[in-house]
């Protein structure tokens, strides 16, 4: 016997219909056979035959620095309306309490790093993708992120973090060779010294 569930206003169900109905609760929506919604609370969940609890949800807090990492298991719309393809990742970097849909996976919590005069982050791209600052980043291509562009970076869900630079500080009587420099364009001349 299925019994009532309680809801407060950061908890949630995800449904899945077994059998085709008009959803009553949800401005007479069609319901057809393994569709996912979701229930959100303040509310009771009285169960019905022509669905199964799928999962139980918690909103998630979103700090300042941190963001989502999210997947979309089914094409989704986000919070923001923005459209995603199934299989497609993104953050979602708004602050605050972040309720997923049935359609959307929180995969992980991503925690920015504090960038200051001595550090960087050294990153590569593992698909073409737009980054947070509106550049066009290739595959495989590599960048650093300095205190210059901005003092805290989240990792974007296409960013992959090579390693964590420091400064080199060179002595009056020092000097260094920068092989494979970056031009004016900003694309590296390989075999340049």
Partial sequence: ????VFLKDNEALILRAVKPFVDERNEDQERFIDDLYLFKGPGTYEPRVEEVVNKYIEATI?????ALLCIAVKDAIDAFGQEHKA????????AGYYMPTAEIEII?????????????????ADQDFTDFYGQKRKAGSEWLIDKNIKDVHILDANEILVQE??????????YCTIRNPVGKDGKLEFGKQ
């Fill in 165 to 174: 630079k420091k400064i080199i500080v060179l002595t009056l009587n020092q």
């Fill in 1 to 4: 016997m299925k019994s009532f």
């Fill in 87 to 94: 299989g497609t990742k993104w953050l979602h970097r708004k």
């Fill in 62 to 66: 979103v700090l300042p620095n941190q």
């Fill in 108 to 124: 992980d919590v991503r925690k920015g790093t504090v960038l200051n005069d001595v550090t960087a982050l050294h990153i590569r």
